[in-house]
């Protein structure tokens, strides 16, 4: 059987067995008109006043909206919400946040793509700078996580997040209050609301959000600071919209993420003995710092002592800034990692990517297909090179002829678990 696996711009045709158990999404058709889906979200929200009705002559207004790593339809997002706000806030009144959270700046040719020339050339745009005091806000504690915020953020008169939902591998799902925390917060927030304590919880997973301590966690935060409207959307496989939410940050986000878990869940009755996986392709799976979500939603299905093989094209590389890479170089064997990030008093930023990988590896085999790394750079992250995915499959079925095999061709857009 050939099957196509979201791997860069293009996928990657592998082979795999005919009795192979392949788990998609189930993804709705896209609509037939984006814009007017999303104004419809703007003007019916799930709660709440529409958004024009919120928007008051002589008001800044902020929008945060998703980074490069994230396919996010900001051109069209954006559109909708600056229509809504016409003849009542001028461009020039409007600010769009970038909501890197610990993520690098984008570059002046990402933003043009990400944006498109209309906005950049009517509104502010910047990117957020977690790690830049002169541009954040003090606002206090929540429980034990101190609350840092864009400036931008917090003194705008009109507050805007917009994003997309889908499962997240330790949020429970992204989107809504994730756009104001970590998306717009300090770096110190951000070490806190992902620290080793938070990330080890059997509930900081797939699809959990109360009860989950880091999105409990993540929404205090956002509170402290929320928007006045919040507007998500579903994307299909193509990355293409299929459904627009809009409202007050918390409900809207509830109705959201319970139609992406309907979508997006699958169960099965069994773990598998070999999982091949993706990070959805481009621009999810630019470095392998992403390429470890793919990882754990293989690894929700994998038995102990099995085996993920994990295509992801990393043209971003590891990537070569933040401190995964230099993590990852700390200690010689994913075992010993997991111990040093357990038993630290500090958080260092990108721990908790390396902690969720290096606890998958201590249960099982992973091998990663990367057309944008080395096999050095590859093995130095603690995972086995495989040139073809193809090949590496058929050598482990010769290993073990009877192994039940599983393919996610969409990565972590399809989460599926074990009843």
Sequence with gaps: MHLTLAYGSRGLQIDVPDHTTVIRPRHRPPVAQPLQTIQRALRQPVAGLPLRHLAKPGQRVAISVCDITRPQPRPVMLEAILAELDGIVPPEDVTVIIA??????????ELDQMLGPGVRDSCHVLNHASGDAR????LGMVDDVPVRLSRDWVTADLRITTGFVEPHFFAGFSGGPKMVAPGLAGLDTTLQLHNARRIGNRRATWGVCEGNPVHDAIRAVAAIAPPAFALDVLLNDEQRITAAYGGPLFEMHRVAREHAKAEAMVRVDRAFDIVVTTNSGYPLDQNLYQAVKGISAAAEVVRDGGTIICAAECRDGLPDHGSYAALLASRDTPQELLRMIETATVTIPDQWQVQIQARVQSRARVLVHADGLTDREIAAAHFEPVHDVSDALAGLLQE????????????PQTIAYVA
């Design 100 to 109: 890197t959270g610990t993520h690098r700046a984008n570059t002046e040719a």
């Design 400 to 411: 073990d002829p009877g192994a039940r095999v599983c393919v996610l061709p969409e990565g």
């Design 135 to 138: 541009t954040l806000t003090d």
